[in-house]
């Protein structure tokens, strides 16, 4: 084999092992984190709107660089609509007690964590698809998603009314 061939060859090789480094598991649509050093365009929050208090006596003193009366703190807000206490703990017990009516399962979480785990590792695709980072995330669920269509069917047999949908076969994203 010439000199020629060899280097053919070892570019090809390269190549395929440049190409195995940038081997993404992760689909892009599935993966929400950035991986650039740019700014967060989701992490800026407008601030809440200023009132005046009304009585300035009352106000507490101010912290330079502390934390601002009108910052928005998304977890908190949520936190306190969904009927909870952003310090830990329950405001609206009358929620907790309806939606533990028929009872709980202590450490739920973990257990399902467990089970989702085991259930991706059995249905992590063919050896083609993990060779070649093929996405089977929506494959491997499908036996679990809603048949939209069929459920709108269904609701509206049975009288329910619904709003419209988007035709059958008609992509809507993701």
């Known amino acids: 084999m010439g000199s020629k061939g060899k280097i053919l060859i070892g570019m090809v090789l390269v190549a395929l092992t440049l190409s195995a480094c940038s081997r993404n598991r992760e689909p892009q649509l599935l993966n929400i984190k950035s991986?650039?050093?740019?700014?967060?365009?989701?992490?800026?929050?407008?601030?809440?709107?200023?009132?005046?208090?009304?009585?300035?006596?009352?106000?507490?003193?101010p912290t330079p660089g502390g934390?601002?009366?009108?910052?928005?703190?998304?977890l908190a807000d949520a936190t306190?609509?969904?009927?909870?206490?952003?310090?830990?703990g329950i405001r609206d017990g009358g929620l907790v007690n309806y939606a533990s009516r028929y009872g709980v399962t202590p450490g739920i979480r973990e257990q399902l964590a467990k089970e989702d785990l085991q259930f991706r590792r059995d249905n992590d695709g063919r050896v083609l698809?993990?060779?070649?980072?093929?996405?089977?995330?929506?494959?491997?669920?499908?036996?679990?998603?809603?048949?939209?269509?069929?459920?709108?069917?269904?609701?509206?047999?049975?009288?329910?009314?619904?709003?419209?949908?988007?035709?059958?076969?008609?992509?809507?994203?993701?």
């Open 67 to 74: 934390a601002n009366r009108a910052d928005a703190n998304p």
């Open 129 to 174: 698809e993990r060779l070649f980072n093929v996405n089977v995330y929506f494959e491997a669920y499908e036996s679990q998603s809603l048949d939209q269509y069929g459920e709108l069917e269904r609701l509206r047999r049975l009288g329910v009314r619904t709003v419209s949908a988007p035709p059958e076969g008609v992509e809507t994203p993701q």
């Open 35 to 61: 991986n650039t050093d740019g700014p967060d365009e989701f992490a800026i929050l407008p601030n809440k709107p200023l009132v005046q208090p009304e009585d300035y006596a009352a106000l507490p003193q």
């Open 80 to 88: 306190l609509a969904l009927g909870g206490d952003p310090n830990g």
